[in-house]
């Protein structure tokens, strides 16, 4: 679906009614390798022998979901990116806190209260279909990298190779998240250090963005872009002044409701493809950390050459998922266990 060519006043309607479009549990998508070690315990045969139909159940589990809510997809890969970044990719962010205790798991931290609880729920789900037949033997990490490259390509994107190994991490803080995701207002700056400090390189941080092709997010990530820029009591002049109208529409400048999402890629948001860098050539950019890439010097050169070619995004795109699946592997009962309910500890 592409609405490129539309008039103005049909692209705001449409917009405005995407954009009115709420989701009960919240908006989604991504952000990005504590080690680009080449992880020499993770292949894409791991489990071949110990549980060979792992990808077919987990694939099956998925696209059953899919069929029902396709908003599940973002939202799965978004809890994959937040998992790897912080602690690595340990399945820790599947964690639920202990009742009584002061110490909040990483799910129920700020930055990841925002990802509905379905796409938890789908990660148990696809659990319990491979513990039936491969008892203790498949990580809960394992199963969300998996289920983050089906929805990907359920939505169109790449069809990459998930290579598997990884443990489940022991440990699980909300305190660790806010310094280790990034945010709506990230500068270019923000953004290089923090992946950096994964691992990630600055072609990782501009192709692991265009996870933004699909997903929404609430107002109150851009809220300030629409109305006082900066201070300046002044919309931002680095939006296109058709989806200003329109988000101005469905998110007031105080009050109004919590629930209203807008989506990353006004011209083809259902569908996994490059328009998102497109987008930010034309102003079309939801978040400031969006419109920051196409800006800054640094970034501004990938964001054009992926936006001129699709198969290099996807080409790119399934290269840094492998990368971003390195950061933090955990291997061996010294540092993780294989959870066999990836909510709780054994």
Known sequence: MSLRHLSPSTLIIILSTL????????????????????????????YSKTCPHLEQIVSFVTSQKFKESPAIAPATIRLFFHDCF???????????????????????AQDNKEIPAEAYDIIEKAKAMVEDKCPGVVSCADILALAAREYIHLAGGPYYPVKKGRWDGPTSMASLVYANVPHANSTID????????????????????????????????????????????KPDPDMDPRLL???????????????????????????????????????????????????????????????????????????AMEHLGNVGVKRGKKHGEIRRVCNMHQ
């Open 19 to 46: 954009i009115t479009y709420c989701f009960s549990s919240g908006a989604t998508t991504a952000g990005v390798n504590t080690s680009l070690v080449r992880h020499r315990y993770l292949t894409v045969d791991y």
């Open 86 to 108: 912080v602690q690595g990719c340990d399945g820790s962010v599947l964690i639920s806190s202990m009742p009584g205790s002061k110490v909040m798991a990483e799910k129920d």
């Open 190 to 233: 923000d953004l290089l250090k923090l992946f950096t400090s994964k691992g990630l390189t600055i072609n990782d941080l501009v192709v692991l963005s265009g996870a933004h092709s699909i997903g929404f997010a609430h107002c109150k990530n851009f809220v300030n872009r629409l109305y006082n820029y900066r201070g300046t009591n």
């Open 245 to 319: 109208k329109s988000l101005r529409m469905s998110c007031p400048q105080y009050g109004g409701n919590v629930n209203v999402v807008a989506p990353f890629d006004a011209t083809t948001p259902f569908a996994f493809d490059n328009a998102y860098y497109q987008n930010l050539q034309g102003k079309l950019g939801l978040l400031a950390s969006d419109k920051a890439l196409f800006l800054d010097p640094r970034t501004r050169p990938l964001v054009e050459a992926l936006a001129k070619d699709k198969n290099k995004f996807f080409q790119d795109f399934s290269l």
